[in-house]
């Protein structure tokens, strides 16, 4: 099991401010993603990365950005948050093996609840 | 368009008995099939995994069976416990292209499980 950390749990920010959220993890893994997931609606993913140096964004579009200058190091950045932003933030790591199927199998950070007044 | 369903938001079940929890799936593509359960304020916590060479792969109190030809996977909970009572996503990958390009998950939205003591 993936030991994998999100700080802060719980961030309650007023409109136009800039936040980062924080993600580690150390297991080593390569690869590693971010999250946005409402109450009841599926995970969309809207940042990866495959290693130092290398992100892309998800499926969803988001306005927020990401760095992988370290490996255990996934940071989510928003330059001014809108309420729009509020939702929960789950950040996750996978190992990459080459073609072996564990490279499916992503663990969780705890999440951050944001909220944007 | 959704491409992994879970079509019953919610499920109740009885202490001791079996909780099946359903999902479908419509990219032909999609060949690694995987369970998480989640808990609120929590990230999701991985399962039980298959891959489409199987259609069946147990891990204790849980089974998961996958039907190809349906495009119809499900996961088996016997017996089911209070502290099973949580949601549970259910997520799809392709391998594609090999390399770093591939292994993403595709999630449904979740059916939340009720163990009733």
């Known amino acids: 099991e993936a030991d994998i950390y999100q700080t802060p749990r719980y961030l309650v920010i007023g409109t136009g401010k800039k936040i980062t959220l924080e993600c580690s993890q150390t297991m080593g893994h390569d690869k590693m993603y971010w999250y946005q997931q409402d109450p009841g609606m599926e995970l969309h993913l809207i940042h990866y990365?495959?290693?130092?140096?290398?992100?892309e964004k998800g499926d969803l579009s988001s306005e927020s950005t990401v760095s992988r200058i370290r490996t255990e190091h996934f940071p989510l950045t928003l330059e001014s948050a809108r309420p729009s932003h509020t939702s929960q933030y789950l950040c996750?790591?996978?190992?990459?093996?080459?073609?072996?199927?564990?490279?499916?199998?992503?663990?969780f950070g705890p999440g951050t609840r944001l909220t944007v007044l | 368009d959704q491409q992994v369903k879970q079509n019953s938001p919610s499920l109740s079940v009885q202490e001791g008995r079996i909780s099946i929890l359903n999902c479908d799936y419509t990219n032909s593509m999609f060949d690694y099939f995987l369970w998480y359960k989640k808990y609120p304020a929590e990230g999701p916590t991985f399962l039980i995994s298959i891959s489409s060479i199987k259609d069946k792969n147990e891990d204790g109190r849980f089974t998961v069976f996958l039907n190809k030809s349906a495009k119809h996977l499900s996961l088996h909970i016997v017996p089911s416990q209070p502290g099973d009572s949580a949601v549970y996503f259910c997520a799809a990958s392709a391998s594609g292209n090999s390399g770093a390009g591939s292994y993403q998950l595709t999630f449904g939205k979740g059916t939340k499980l009720s163990v009733i003591p």
């Open positions: 996750a790591s996978s190992e990459y093996r080459g073609s072996h199927r564990v490279a499916d199998t992503q663990y």
């Open positions: 990365s495959y290693g130092v140096n290398s992100t």
